[in-house]
């Protein structure tokens, strides 16, 4: 995939509620010029400890296609297991790897 995604308009209107309520209850202003700053406006919402922005950030998961699904986390936001799952495999964040172990010289997977 390329390094830029369009999104859908639903989706750019849960962006914006998102930056209204991130700037309400953090203080500061929110800029939505960049990718940069809309994926880190996101990183900063699926840390977020306030319920009122983790449901919008749901709602925001909920709209999003697998191909924007994908664009996330190529750009490193964690996603909870619920939409990970919907990833391909290979596209499936590094948090969600398998463990390997070493039986008689041999890598096992659990």
């Known amino acids: 995939m390329d390094d ?4 859908s308009f639903e989706v750019r209107l849960v962006i914006a509620r998102l930056a209204r ?7 500061g202003r929110t800029a939505l010029s960049s990718e940069q700053e809309v994926m880190a406006l996101i990183a900063h919402a699926a840390q977020h400890q306030r319920p009122e922005i ?16 994908a664009h996330l986390s190529a750009q490193g936001v964690v996603l909870p297991d619920a939409y990970a799952r919907l990833l391909p495999e290979g596209k499936r ?18």
Do not use: N
């Not at 983790?54 to 699904?69: A, H, P, V």
């Not at 398998?98 to 659990?110: M, S, T």
């Open 54 to 69: 983790q449901s919008l950030f749901d709602e925001l998961l909920y709209l999003m296609g697998e191909d924007e699904l």
């Open 21 to 27: 309520l991130v700037c309400k209850f953090d203080g």
């Open 93 to 110: 964040q590094a948090t969600e790897r398998r463990r390997k172990r070493v039986y008689r010289g041999q890598i096992v997977e659990d």
């Open 4 to 7: 830029h995604t369009e999104f």
